[in-house]
């Protein structure tokens, strides 16, 4: 491999966060693989230029199934593995919660392969159970169900035990468990042999997460029952006389949850409340651990909340460790562990591939040389000197001193003191002696943090077509990190210090936090444009919570999509879905094409009435409109 591809896999710390599911070819372009090991890959670039060919232009979304099949498989092996390794006499299954990407395709991968374990779904909502109820499942496999539940949704969760499903309740409030037992009775009373759902408890921890989520656990947190609840749970079921229904203890602390300390505290707090609900006689089976494992977005392998200090295999060990010994200490069988895993399971499988629409200047380049005249204001002379005497060693003093005269120069305009060329003419200069200062700055090997601003103040603002509110909405919410790298170019040295400006009308929607191994950056090293020639971005591990929690902001739909199957003669493109055309945005907020076009019609045939647009101008205009409803949402990328 090239020096300079080797340099720019560390710029973009590709093999940190890219779990060896990404690379770089000979043609400077990424690659995707099956597999860490997997000597077939499909190249980025060419599945774009194939899928042009089919008239899809970006943005468009590219899922790779079998990535989501390798982290089933990474984690049922280190579960599998740390089983063996500490004699633990339960088994493991996961449950997918759907929450985190209900699409079908997604759903459906996930079962074909998690079915060969016994991988089930957890479902939160009416409508996530109504799906799983009509997905085929493994016998042995759960449907586990939390959320807060009303009587029709316990009455779906009776329709699919009697379906043969292996449901679970989860009791979040007293209230559900009242409508369980009240449909158990009705139920069996009519029929004495029909199969009933089984009945979980979620236990309020007084053990808290790490990162972003942390308010989901500990003694606060939403969901949960306390103590006392849980006992009152048991003393109910023993009056109905159905403590035989109650199968499963849950607790979830949270999600991307960064610190694995916290999660073996966790643990050990669930695992000795299981065992002393096993010591009452009841027969419960599984413990529920919840989601949470972190993906670590930034591979900087930390607590810091885009990070996770663990991998599966040293998650797998401490949780089946810290519940062996607890069981074996109060002297009870080893639970079936389920776990209910979304983001490490389908974060790596969906990126996001779009072009460089255009630069944004800040520094205005090629503009005439600045002289400095006799009359000129003093402010301006200053900065002028500033420019020219600006040097390594004095660069910080000088840098300060230029913040101070253009404050200075604004004040003096604003009092009517200078005229508008000098003012020109002094910001120029400013923007002059900051490039110098960064260049000095960056010679350095400590860069203090008020260059890391001016940094970004200098960057070049690239104009990504995409809505960051659609496409990677936690990044505008809770700042989290997506590795953001080109498709191409990989084998020439990156020049520019770039932010990412989406095409949403909204100041927010910005992408100027990178991923870093030992911080975050404020700038992302990208190429320069060449004009005529497209450039291309992928923002990575999008498979978790983006798709779904993406909004419409701007009328911004979602994207193309495309499904793609690595193979020995690189990608295959198995599936495209064209992506919504304004008419498919419109219909979200309640416009409908039909009356759109009437309307439209009306106010042309006016004009033409009135004698202002000809018959003929007017039916083309009514014809343009028309045919635009079902143009993509974004923007068509330059030159095409
Ligand atoms: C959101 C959620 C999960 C999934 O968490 P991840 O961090 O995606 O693994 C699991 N269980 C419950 C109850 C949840 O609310």
Redo the contacts with the bound molecule.
Sequence with gaps: MSAVIEQTIETYGIDNWGAGYFGVNRKGNLIVRASENDNNSADVREIIEDLKKRGISPPVLLRFPQLLVGQIRKLQTAFRKSIKEFEYNGSHMCVF?M??NQNRAVIEEYLREGTRYHFGL?A?SKAELYAGLAMEQSGESLLVL??FKDKEFIELAFTGAQAGKNVVI?IEKLSELEHTLKIAEQLTAEKSQAKLPMIGV?VKLYSKGSGK?EK?GGEAAK?GLTTTEILEVIRRLQEAGRTDMLKLL?F?I????TDIKRIKNAMKEAARTYAKIVKMQIPIQFLDV?????VDYDGSRTSFESSANYNAREFANDVIYVIKTVCDDENVPHPTIIQ???????AYHAMLVTNVQDEIETVVEDIAPITIEIDDPQVVKELYDLRETINVKNHREYYHDALEHREELFTMFNLGLITLEDKGKGEVLFWDVCEKADEYAQQKKYVSEEFDELRRLLSTKYLANFSVFRSMPDNWALEQLFPIIPIHRLNKKPTEYATLCDITCDSDGIVEKFVDLHDVKPVLELHKLIAGEPYYLAMLLVG??QEVMGNNHNLFGVPHEAHIHIGEDGHIIKKVIQGATLGDSLATVRFDATQLHDQFRKIVQQRIKDGDLSSKDGHQLIEFYENQIDAYTYLSPNGS
């Design positions: 919660p929450k985190v957890e939160g939390n959320g989860v979620r989520w989901s969901f849950h979830h949270g999600s991307q949850l919840g989601g949470g494992m972190a209910e895993s979304g983001r490490y399971l389908s978790a919570y």
